[in-house]
């Protein structure tokens, strides 16, 4: 079977985002969409992404996005490693046991080797290879990369200079822009600068997600202001009637109000100021006090959710606060039709947009921002007929926005959702992406006439290609045995508090056990636990690991321990001290004889935090145990796949 149709070739676009679906970051509403346009348009669409199991097994992952997906597009998922994201302590190497600052800073810098972007420069090479693999087996007409990681760009350039194809650079943020701060994030004279200089000089268009990145990009390389343009993030679909479908008929219209957030949560989201404007507006007003406040999306941008942010939900429980989880994308519209007044916290400076604001305009319903004026955010809901914008982000000022916010949510009528909905239609994704899907179209037919070659003329799908990369294995039959797991706990605190902050709640037996059954589990840890750990079969807490650990518990080593992690070079120097933490575990393990004993009965040992890394490895390469990983996330993995 062949992947394309057969006559006349359409159009090739080859699509170039790590972050496709499943990825549940925030950028993959716009890859997905831009892909699909193309598709849509006639194209034949091939897309360059990350291993499923990056987004699965790390970043996080939604998987109802896969099925969104259009049928003709081709995915080809690019090998990544991923070193400082490994869990499993078998490829740990001594070097970054002996010494995980060492190793993790020499490791960060040569990755930016490749390509000036820490963590993601190793990349480069993959990419390329399979760029040069899909041009050769269908010709490519025009490469787009969508950022960030800005390596994404690189298969664009490697095929302009080899082959003569345009290509397209798709910002979300900025490279040597930093959005939140204004400021530059690579010197002039810095290889990133010239790296990002040289890949715009030579993009037949770069796209921003607002006019204020575009015009410092335009002012600050004006040889490639007049190939600069705005395309924005707009929404997905017929948002409006989704709602309108989820929506109870006819609604109570004295029931409290429910106030929402859906987006991702993260530290430096105004998550605090939100919520002490909340807690005051519901002390000033009744209508306020009945309200109740729901907030749904992730915690943080990993697969963790981010402990700050979980602390800070946690102190307003007591004043209608709850936190709901996640949605995946197509019950979208399910949850917004539950809410009553959207509330967009979003930080601070002039080039923040944020890809929801264009989703909540489009509901139609009251929009409380917490926001300064000068956001990019402001641009864009300027004219929603229920906007609000707090005079500043004091609490006092916050919380006059909320209760003006519940205001408008009563004196809504279907009429004025309707003209909400209406105003907000040309922020609808495929208006923003029509225009370019069809200027680069005529781009692609000029250069092929002026060459002299057939025009390849976008049609309508007969045949689909096969996504080659996402067969799954089968689904595992008939009931999971019993593992046996020993949790390793390093640190000197209570072990249900670091279990808490480094794999969250649940029932740890049926977390580890995989599909079915239940797991054995064993915790050994320095400290006991102060609360009962769920899931837990039995708890051993290590014997005394002698004089050293003493020391190294004494108020004066530790106030010289915290001043030499304040640099680099002090942090490694502290991870060679004998008295280091994961050396005093390390020793307290192996002077423990029931602590090896239950190591040596286990099917599985995690160490459940940096400290107890090196035992655990130690453990592993004196074949104590069979396995032995790192990081709760890690075993959940190893217990649901078995890799």
Request: hydrophobic share 45%.
């Amino acid at each position: 079977m062949t992947l394309y149709s057969v006559g006349v070739p359409r159009p090739h676009l080859l699509y170039v985002a790590w972050g496709f679906p499943p990825s549940r970051g925030a950028g993959v509403y716009r890859a997905l969409a831009t892909a699909n346009a193309f598709a849509e348009a006639g194209w034949d669409v091939t897309t360059l992404t990350a291993p499923r199991e990056v987004f699965t097994e790390v970043f996080g992952a939604d998987l109802s996005l896969e099925s969104r997906v259009h049928p003709a597009v081709r995915v080809e998922r690019v090998h990544q490693d991923l070193p400082l994201h490994e869990g499993d302590l078998a490829r740990f190497s001594r070097a970054r046991v002996a010494s995980e600052p060492a190793w993790f800073s020499a490791t960060h810098r040569l990755s930016a080797l490749p390509f000036p972007e820490p963590v993601y420069g190793p990349w480069r090479r993959a990419l390329e290879s399979a760029a040069t693999r899909v041009h050769a087996a269908h010709p490519v007409d025009l490469v787009v990369g969508t950022s960030n990681p800005h390596v994404d760009f690189v298969p664009g350039r490697l095929l302009h200079e080899r082959f003569g194809v345009p290509y397209v650079m798709d910002y979300r943020d900025g490279w040597a822009l930093d959005v939140t701060t204004g400021r530059r994030t690579s010197a002039p004279t810095s290889r990133a600068w010239r790296t990002e200089q040289r890949l715009l000089l030579g993009a037949v268009e770069a796209w921003f997600v607002n006019e204020p990145i575009r015009a410092w990009y335009a002012a600050t390389l004006p040889e490639v202001a007049a190939r600069t343009r705005v395309v924005a993030n707009g929404f997905d679909g017929d948002l409006g009637a989704a709602i309108d479908a989820a929506r109870p008929a006819p609604p109570d219209e004295d029931a409290p109000l429910t106030f929402g957030y859906l987006g991702t949560l993260y530290g430096a989201v105004p998550l605090r100021t939100l919520l002490e404007g909340w807690r005051l507006a519901r002390a000033r007003s009744p209508e306020m006090a009945r309200a109740r406040f729901v907030m749904r999306g992730h915690v943080g941008h990993y697969g963790r959710p981010e402990e700050a942010t979980v602390r800070t939900l946690a102190e307003y429980a007591a004043d209608g606060v709850t936190h709901e989880g996640p949605v995946p994308r197509a019950e979208v519209g399910a949850v917004y039709a539950s809410f009553d007044v959207l509330t967009l916290p979003l930080i601070p400076g002039r080039y923040v947009t944020s890809g929801k604001v264009f989703e909540y305009a489009a509901t139609g319903l009251p929009v409380v921002s917490v926001h300064g004026p000068d956001s990019a955010a402001a641009s864009v809901l300027d004219g929603h007929p229920a906007w609000v914008l707090p005079r500043s982000l004091e609490p006092a000022d916050v919380a006059d926005a909320l209760v003006e916010g519940a205001r408008l949510a009563r004196a809504a009528t279907p009429e004025s959702v309707a003209a909400t909905r209406r105003w907000a239609r040309t922020y609808a994704r495929e208006e923003q992406l029509a225009p370019r899907v069809a200027a680069l179209g005529e781009l692609v037919a000029r250069r092929a006439r002026s060459a002299g070659a057939p025009v390849r003329e976008p049609r309508t799908h007969d045949r689909v290609p096969q996504d080659l990369q996402t067969a799954r294995p089968p689904a595992a039959t008939g009931p999971a045995p019993v593992r046996r797991v020993l949790l390793l706990v390093g640190s000197r605190e209570p072990a249900d508090r670091v279990l808490a902050r480094a794999a969250g709640g649940g029932d740890l037996a049926e977390r580890l056990a995989g599909a079915g059954g239940r797991a054995d589990v064993t915790v050994v840890c320095r400290t006991a636990p102060q609360e009962p750990l769920p899931g837990v079969a039995r708890v051993h807490v290590l014997a005394d690991a002698g004089g050293l650990a003493a020391l190294g518990d004494s108020g004066g080593y530790r106030a010289l321990d915290a001043a030499a992690r304040r640099s680099v070079p002090g942090r490694v120097l502290a991870t060679l001290s004998p008295i280091d933490e994961p050396r005093t575990v390390a020793r307290a393990v192996r002077r423990d004889a029931t602590a090896e004993a239950l190591a040596r009965e286990s099917d599985l040992v995690v160490a459940v935090d940096l400290p107890a890394v090196r035992a655990a490895w130690t453990w592993l390469r004196r074949r104590l145990v069979p396995r032995a990983v790192y990081g709760v996330s890690t075993a959940e993995r190893v217990a649901r796949t078995g890799a």
